[in-house]
């Protein structure tokens, strides 16, 4: 069963506006919620993060939204440049966040 | 500090072989994941360490998977024996387990193809 779900698989923005990636879970136990971005041939590398106690959490142009009473959370990217193009997955933990549980991840391309 | 590295990069090995996949954490972080990533399946996570000893191997698909930490500054991942369906990209990730709120760093990763 997955853990974590994770919408769309892909997306096409073009340059300068918002994308939006959207995390469901299940578990209500989890309370670190990190977002991975991965370009082709490299390792997942942390973005942004963020835990259940806030709902909202903004770092430069990524935000990540959290609704703990719909068990969701989005990764905003405002003014989508091309070099966002990559693919980002959400994901969740709890306790000493040893064991992160990965969405499926959503290909982002951004049109110049 | 020069992250996690992986080696080697990329593998291709008939089916049956052995296949040894290896790790080297960033200096300090005590606690060291073996992720195997495909289309189909995503991120999956194999085994993780904690102060080199294993805590969860949960996620190890077959007995012909094993990984080993023999201290702290090295970890392998060994497939034997191989086989076609084990073609993926295997990343090695660590991390600080005394730090709160902090993710993971990954490797580069080890495309393996088995043919």
């Known amino acids: 069963q997955q853990q974590v779900k994770q919408s769309p698989q892909s997306l096409i923005v073009q340059k300068g506006g918002i994308s939006i990636i959207n995390c469901a879970y299940e578990?209500?136990?989890?309370?670190?919620f990190p977002w991975y971005q991965q370009f082709p041939g490299k390792g997942p590398a942390l973005l942004i993060a963020?835990?259940?106690?806030?709902s909202e959490k903004k770092e430069g142009r990524f935000t990540i939204s959290f609704n703990k009473s719909a068990k969701q959370f989005s990764l905003h990217i405002m003014d989508s440049q091309p070099g966002d193009s990559a693919t980002y997955f959400c994901?969740?933990?709890?306790?000493?966040?040893?064991?992160?549980?990965f969405g499926s991840g959503t290909k982002l391309n951004v049109k110049p | 500090d020069a992250g996690v590295i992986q080696s080697p990069r990329h593998e291709v090995t008939e089916m049956g072989q052995e296949v040894t996949l290896r790790c080297k954490p960033i200096?300090?972080?005590?606690?060291l994941f073996w992720y195997r990533q495909t289309m189909m399946r995503g991120l999956e996570l194999l085994i993780y360490?904690?102060?080199?000893?294993?805590?969860?191997d949960s996620g190890m698909p077959e007995d012909r998977f094993s990984a080993k930490m023999p201290n702290a500054s090295f970890s392998t991942l060994k497939i034997q024996p191989s086989e076609p369906r084990d073609s993926a990209v295997y990343f090695c990730?660590?991390?600080?387990?005394?730090?709160?709120?902090?993710?993971?760093?990954f490797g580069s990763g080890t495309r393996l193809t088995v043919v």
């Open positions: 994901a969740a933990s709890w306790g000493n966040f040893n064991k992160f549980y």
């Open positions: 963020i835990r259940p106690d806030v």
């Open positions: 578990n209500t136990a989890f309370d670190y």
């Open positions: 200096s300090g972080h005590n606690s």
């Open positions: 990730a660590s991390r600080d387990a005394r730090v709160l709120n902090y993710g993971y760093t």
């Open positions: 360490f904690n102060n080199n000893v294993p805590i969860d």
